[in-house]
């Protein structure tokens, strides 16, 4: 059973950057693509970032230029960094495998205040 977990959210004024990193465990995590999600009350959770085993990278439109996702397979973790931060970019994110999810982490608070 793999368990992720997200860390790196905080509170932050529009323009700030923040790093968020998720750690996977108990399972092989290098074969897999990962995804980094948001998700805000009401809404549907949004696909932001992805990144391939190979690490070919996709984003969301409206985060293309100010966030990169990355990846280091020999410590199971895969982060993103987000600059310049908007307002619109408040979020809960998590992390998952590309296609077929794993149990979801309880994610981390990311709040930008204008």
């Known amino acids: 059973q793999v368990q992720l977990v997200e860390s790196g959210g905080g509170l932050v004024q529009a323009g700030d950057s923040l790093r968020l990193s998720c750690a996977a465990s108990?399972?092989?995590?290098?074969?897999?693509?990962m995804d980094w999600y948001r998700q805000v009350p009401g809404k549907q959770r949004e696909l932001v970032a992805s990144?391939?085993?190979?690490?070919?990278?996709n984003y969301l439109d409206s985060v293309k230029g100010r966030f990169t996702i990355s990846r280091d397979n020999a410590k199971k973790t895969v982060f993103l960094q987000m600059n310049s931060l908007r307002p619109e970019d408040t979020a809960v994110y998590y992390c998952?495998?590309?296609?077929?999810?794993?149990?979801w982490g309880q994610g981390t608070q990311v709040t930008v205040s204008s």
């Open positions: 998952n495998r590309g296609g077929e999810v794993w149990a």
């Open positions: 108990g399972h092989t995590f290098a074969n897999y693509a």
């Open positions: 990144i391939s085993s190979i690490g070919r990278t």
